[in-house]
């Protein structure tokens, strides 16, 4: 073992390969991106040693724990030692205790070489929090525009182009509305999200800029951190607008993927779910198209009946804004969004 590390000496090391030692439950609510989860304790194990540490005592906790895990040190070993070839591998538990601890003697007496996180991933929560606190530390960019005109595309396009843009509704696997988050896996923990973004914000806080899409505070069940909400508000703000028939064809690309039965059984649960917004009557009406499998009739219907109407952003060109973009030729709106950039801040990054 080469000793114990702090989280910013974990992130500094040239090729950290974290290993989350606790159950698959924990590793799956949150952990380090990255992280490899190589379980000290599974979850019925570890449910159990809670249980007699409770009901018996802290040291026959401790035995019990000895006899489940004993017979697996050999493939505990094994498994670490290997991933020791890809990277300096950084154990670490909830808090830095027990568990990581006792693999990382194992370890050292195996001549392993790894370093444990000191504080464990509560420690990188605490960083985290505090690091969004900070980030980003240059000016917001926001791009505004109606439902399915291209903001998000734009905002994949400037990244591949080496412009500082996130997709925030990517790294929360939501899209915001009702239908956020149809084909889009499953959603994130708050905790993961935040993990997740300050990445990116990281590897971006060398540019004077960051691009994002407008967003309100919460994005299905997650929320932006204050900080970045607030630089947001503050920032440049950009319309991107494009056809109606552009943007219907847009939604039924990103919405209708996939199994067909599965993609309306979804939009009827979204439709129960605006009811309430736009009626009965018509949500009846739309049932009946889904049911038809007219999909770009019911976007359609949504757009023009409550979508655009609830965000109220124009369909063209407007002064309010400091530059407008029609998405309808989307290499060359990356393009004069770049140009802004380079204009406003003398270069990419």
Known sequence: ???????????????????????????????????????????????????????????????????????????????VERLCEFGQVVLFCWRGGERSQALASVLQLMRVPCYRLDGGYRAYRRHVVQQLELLPRGEVVVLHGLTGCGKTELIKGLRERGYASVDLEGLACHRGSVFGGMGMGEQPGQKMFDSRLWQELKMLESYPYLVVECESRRIGRVYLPSHLFSKMSQGRHILVYDSLENRINRLVREYVVGDTETVVQELKEGLDALERFIGSKRVKYLMDELEKRDFEKVVEYLLLNYYDSLYRYPSGPDSRFELCVSAGDLGQAITEV????????DAKG
């Open 338 to 345: 770049g140009e802004y950039l380079e204009r406003q801040y």
């Open 1 to 79: 073992m080469i000793g114990d590390i702090t989280v910013e000496e974990a992130l500094s090391l040239e090729q950290p390969l974290f290993v989350d030692v606790r159950s698959p439950s924990e590793y799956k609510e949150a952990t380090i991106p990255g992280a490899v989860n190589i379980p000290f304790f599974y979850d019925a194990e570890r449910a159990e040693i809670g249980r007699i540490y409770r009901e018996e005592s802290p040291c026959r906790a401790r035995e019990r724990g000895l006899e489940m895990v004993a017979p697996r040190l050999p493939q505990l070993v094994n498994e």
